[in-house]
């Protein structure tokens, strides 16, 4: 558990004791009554006197300082900021604002997944609509450069200023976690999308994209290895702050032996590690249970049936709705991939199941195959898989809910197993409530088949549910390891200390005691009141709240990723460098804005 301490401290605490050479480096200096720095630019005081404290609010509202560069440059710098003479940033001039505007329609290019080439398509129709309504203002577009090279060129510096800005933010994480998703796809390359979730000393949390990977590079579970250890060295992160890996569930992951998990975790384990967290699953949740709902390989047959309608059915008028969602999933290319993760949505298999009677006739006309619709056995696992995977569609939802903590995801994936337990039971008892499709299929086979007394076997899906119950259990055991640190962080004040580690008994007890924290607990989300919570009184659930908190506990940015691949697969099928897929996720997943003005004016100073 994590409530228990290791032998020796991770790291050691800063000593809050002010430093002469601050003032230079992030301008500030101690203030008369001594406690915190005062902040020359904006005359704030940081009230924390540690160097991460100093050095964050330095970065994030005053970085545009650090032009000054030369030490005879601070100094002088220094000493105007004293006399209350504060350099003003010159605002942008009109070739700077054009640059800001190109930067600005390249980063919507890369959002809507659009190619390099219509950049200069944009701004003949913006040429074509000032020259009609404001034709006085024509000339402002002369400064933006749209070409295609232009184009892949900013969307690279953008990705920089993005990554830069994820770097200097993790440099602080006090803990941090690993999303690997491994079964995204582009064309034909397979990548491994690497997202991180940070947390910082006062809770902040950082969710990101960490790098891409090319699988066709590094097919090896060493050569991952090395490629992802790379990219934490390169971000200023060490394994020895690492808390959870959630993965896919594929043999590449999780193989027993030779799964890249295995090695992340033996890599990381050291005196002063924690125990590395592990989940599976988590991501692509459908995927996870399909396969092993899916006893009669009904997803492939309901694959042929789309690509047929793609094909020969499109102008049908009962298809226009599925056909319309299918092209806003994953554009008018059918691939059989992305068709067939798309199909094992629970909300595409109910639409499909709807439209039964209509698919059966159309495939009668065209001359295709309706043996399935004959068939008892696969008709009702049809409307058993309809039913069970929209139960995990429900889950998967609830667990794309963001900023509800690990705590909150492993009580719906609890709630999800005692679901499990009673749909168990009902099929024992052939009473199907809680499947609607299911029950409308014994409904009409009943009627078809009247001196039939068995229309399906309670065994068949009482073993597929078991067998389900069984990847939950195997896939989320490490949560259940760590449970009571899971409570403890969701409920501190209802956390009975008898059940806590004795490490923690003295700390929890002083924490229950305190009314002011009980009230601001009852008035503020757990975030706020544990980034309020002070490190020196309670470090040990201090430090149990930033693990927690920096276990993913959603699978949100995963399905951004997903979605835009998807979305987007025509234009991520031309020729991209890793370096330029990197850049469009980037940009597709980030919840950051850019620094503009760093980026115009960097771009001006290297391009005067």
């Not at 690497?194 to 994209?209: A, H, N, S």
Request: charge should be negative; charged fraction near 25%; hydrophobic fraction near 40%.
């Amino acid at each position: 558990m994590w409530m228990t301490p290791k032998r020796s401290k991770m790291e050691v605490d800063e000593s809050p004791v002010f430093r002469p050479e601050w003032t230079q480096r992030y301008l500030v200096v101690e203030p008369p009554e001594g406690d915190g720095a005062l902040c020359l630019v904006c005359r704030r005081l940081v009230a924390a006197t540690r160097e991460r404290d100093v050095r964050r609010h330095y970065e994030a509202e005053h970085e545009y300082y650090e032009r000054y560069e030369e030490e005879a440059e601070r100094a002088a710098l220094v000493e105007r900021l004293r006399q209350g003479d504060l350099p003003v940033p010159a605002p942008l001039s009109p070739e700077q604002r054009t640059a800001r505007a190109g930067l600005a329609l390249c980063r919507l290019l890369a959002l809507k997944g659009r190619s390099w080439g219509e950049g200069d398509f944009i701004y003949q129709c913006m040429e074509l609509l000032l020259r009609e309504v404001l034709p006085e203002h024509v000339s402002a577009l002369q400064g933006i450069e749209l070409s295609p090279a232009a184009t892949r060129q900013r969307i690279l510096s953008i990705d920089g200023n993005l990554r830069s800005q994820l770097y200097n933010r993790a440099r602080d994480f006090k803990a941090y976690s690993l999303a690997l998703d491994d079964q995204a796809f582009v064309a034909y390359e397979n990548y491994l999308l690497v997202f991180i979730r940070g947390v910082g000393p006062d809770l902040e949390i950082q969710e990101d994209l960490l790098t891409i990977i090319n699988l066709t590079h590094h097919f090896s579970v060493g050569a991952l290895m090395s490629a992802i250890l790379e990219a934490l060295q390169t971000a200023g992160l060490s394994l020895q702050r690492m808390v959870g890996l959630t993965t896919t569930h594929t043999l590449r992951m999780i193989g027993e032996n030779s799964g890249l998990v295995s090695y992340m975790r033996e890599k990381a384990v050291s005196p002063n590690s924690w125990n590395v967290i592990h989940y599976s699953g988590f991501l692509h949740l459908e995927l996870l249970s399909s396969y092993d709902v899916d006893v009669n390989q009904i997803i492939n047959t309901i694959s042929e049936w789309i690509v047929l309608i793609k094909t020969r059915g499109v102008r049908r008028p009962e298809f226009q709705t599925l056909l319309t969602e299918s092209e806003s999933e994953h554009g008018e290319r059918v691939n059989g991939r992305c068709l067939n993760n798309w199909l094992r949505r629970g909300k595409t298999l109910k639409l499909i199941f709807l439209l039964r009677k209509e698919i059966e006739t159309f495939l009668v006309s065209v001359g295709a195959t309706t043996v399935h619709f004959t068939d008892k056995q696969w008709l009702c696992d049809f409307g058993f898989l309809v039913d069970i995977m929209d139960h995990l569609r429900e889950l998967s939802e609830e667990l794309q809910v963001t900023k509800v903590f690990a705590a909150a995801a492993f009580d719906h994936i609890c709630t999800f197993e005692v679901k499990l337990n009673l749909f168990q039971r009902h099929i024992e008892e052939k009473n199907l409530t809680h499947f609607p499709a299911f029950r409308e299929v014994v409904d009409e086979l009943k009627q078809q088949f009247k001196e039939d007394e068995k229309i399906f076997d309670p065994d068949r899906y009482q073993m597929v549910i078991c067998r389900l119950q069984k990847e939950f259990e195997r896939h989320f055991k490490d949560l259940r390891f760590i449970k009571k640190d899971l409570e403890l962080f969701s409920n501190p004040f209802n956390f009975k200390p008898e059940y806590a580690p004795i490490s923690v008994r003295v700390e929890l007890t002083k924490l229950q005691a305190n009314t002011n924290l009980w009230n601001e607990y009852r008035i503020k989300d757990l975030g706020q009141f544990y980034a309020g919570l002070s490190a020196e009184s309670y470090p040990i659930i201090k430090g149990v709240a930033c693990k927690v908190a920096s276990l993913f506990d959603s699978n949100n940015i995963c399905e951004k990723a997903f979605s835009y691949l998807t979305r987007n697969q025509h234009t991520l099928s031309q020729p991209l460098t890793d370096e330029h897929l990197q850049a469009l996720f980037r940009i597709a997943t980030t919840d950051m804005e850019p620094c503009w003005e760093d980026l115009v004016r960097g771009r001006n100073e290297s391009n005067p």
